[in-house]
């Protein structure tokens, strides 16, 4: 089983990644714990979005390389990582702009 990753690490990162890609949507804060905004502009919900992309990506990488040895990071994975952060962020869009208030 040497050189794969334990399976708690590819969960934790894709809950933390289904949260952190929901969370934009489903509260008025900015980042969370920032000034109310009531509607919240779709220009900061992308940007929300966008930053916590990169903290789970960051969190990913601590886990990959406290568990062993880092892959090489090349724009491929970075279109990927971006595609599935997008599509996690489905029900949370879905939730906000297509379901009937």
Same mark, same amino acid.
């Given at each position: 089983m040497t050189g794969l990753v334990p399976a708690w690490a590819v969960v934790c990162v894709l809950l933390a990644?289904?949260?952190a890609a929901n969370l934009p949507f489903f509260n008025e804060r900015l980042f969370v714990v920032g000034p109310r905004r009531d509607p919240k502009p779709v220009a900061w919900r992308v940007v929300e979005l966008l930053a916590y992309a990169g903290l789970v990506a960051v969190l990913? =990488?601590?886990?990959e390389s406290h568990l062993g040895?880092?892959?090489?990071l090349r724009w491929e994975f970075v279109a990927v990582w971006l595609c599935v952060f997008l599509t996690l962020a489905f029900p949370g869009?879905?939730? =906000?702009h297509l379901r009937k208030h």
């Open positions: 990644a289904f949260v990913g =990488r601590l886990l040895r880092v892959s090489p869009f879905v939730w =906000r």
